[in-house]
């Protein structure tokens, strides 16, 4: 399985990025995807996330301002991020699992993820 993200980069305040993530190997369209993120200094956090249904749930801080969508044809993830703020400065991570839905807990065996992007907003 591989998850090969981009998209990231330096913004200012305000200023908009869409990430993109490509999922191989695994059957996409059954399965959960998400964004997370982790800010220097900070825990890995669920950024967005959306199951094999297209039910979706974000984090409070980035509702309304970033979008997740996912291509199945294309077995990619997107998250369109618009109105950044310096807060929203991490590397993002891509994440899929063999399961329906965006686990409170993670498996080795049943998740996996991509290798990060970083995003830096500037102020």
């Known amino acids: 399985v591989q998850l090969q993200a981009s998209g990231g980069g330096l913004v200012q305040a305000g200023g908009s990025l869409n990430l993109s993530c490509v999922v191989s190997?695994?059957?996409?369209?059954?399965?959960?995807v998400a964004w997370y993120r982790q800010a220097r200094g900070k825990s890995r956090e669920l950024v967005a996330g959306?199951?094999?249904?297209?039910?979706?749930n974000y984090e409070d801080s980035v509702k309304g301002r970033f979008t997740i969508s996912r291509d199945n044809a294309k077995s990619t993830v997107y998250l369109q991020m618009n109105s950044l703020r310096p807060e929203d400065t991490a590397v993002y991570y891509c994440?899929?699992?063999?399961?329906?839905?965006?686990?409170?807990?993670?498996?080795?065996?049943?998740?996996?993820w991509g290798q990060g992007t970083q995003v830096t907003v500037s102020s």
């Open positions: 994440f899929t699992t063999n399961r329906h839905y965006i686990p409170t807990y993670h498996d080795k065996l049943l998740d996996y």
């Open positions: 190997g695994t059957f996409f369209h059954l399965n959960a």
């Open positions: 959306m199951s094999s249904s297209g039910t979706t």
